[in-house]
């Protein structure tokens, strides 16, 4: 279980938690997974971790009894000699040799276990000092993912606002260019209704005054027949 454990949490730590984020369909999503997947790591390696850690107590343990073994023999054959009793004390002595020669192997046994142990426990605190820095990185990135939505949206309604505004404008614009036009003719309409009114009233009292043929005619008639204007009223 603890190279297990070890590769999937380095897998979590080494990958690369910027590009993994910016693929991701939810980044904020994303970044919470990757936190659970290295507590959840972190957790079944402090079970192998504890393991071996118990096992190196374990070993030191039966490698003290050991010790204290030899010791007790060792006074039990000196207590026996001092009584006077040889075999008693030849008893003491084999159980106390016997003690010995296991000692090498449980010692040998403590030394490897309590190296892995050891071993162990460092890597477990550096990594979990490394969950801290990893949910740091996370958070971060979340947060840039959110500032980043803030911003599109606020992008967003700036552009529709701009966009608003600038339809407006345009409206605005061609009304008024309609209402001037509509200005200009109405000004163009006073102007020809004025200069034809004026054009007539002109002609009625400076205008060709000259008679008509029938007058005329009228007129040349009277000179022959002598008749005058006076004489016919």
Avoid: W
Wanted: glycine share 4%.
């Amino acid at each position: 279980m603890g190279l297990d454990v070890f590769g999937r949490i380095k897998d979590i730590v080494s990958a690369n938690i910027d590009e993994l984020l910016s693929k991701a369909e939810d980044p904020e999503k994303m970044a919470d997974q990757m936190v659970r997947k290295y507590e959840d790591a972190i957790k079944d390696l402090l079970g192998s971790t504890a393991s071996v850690m118990a096992s190196s107590r374990e070993a030191k343990a039966k490698l003290d009894a050991c010790d204290a073994e030899i010791k007790k023999f060792g006074t039990y054959a000196e207590r026996a000699l001092r009584d006077g009793n040889e075999e008693k004390a030849r008893q003491a002595i084999t159980l106390k040799q016997e003690q010995e020669d296991l000692r090498p192997t449980l010692e040998h046994s403590y030394v490897t276990v309590k190296v892995q142990a050891d071993k162990a426990e460092e890597d477990y605190r550096k990594l979990t000092a490394g969950l801290e820095k990893t949910k740091a990185r996370a958070e971060a990135m979340k947060n840039t993912v959110r500032t980043a939505k803030v911003k599109n949206q606020a992008g967003e309604v700036q552009m529709k606002s701009v966009n608003t505004a600038a339809g407006l404008m345009s409206q605005f614009d061609r009304m008024e260019e309609k209402a001037n036009r509509m200005l200009h003719e109405a000004e163009a309409k006073e102007e020809l209704t004025g200069r034809g009114s004026t054009a007539a009233e002109l002609d009625a009292l400076y205008g060709d005054q000259s008679k008509s043929r029938v007058d005329e005619e009228l007129e040349a008639m009277k000179k022959a027949l002598h008749i005058t204007n006076e004489s016919i009223s």
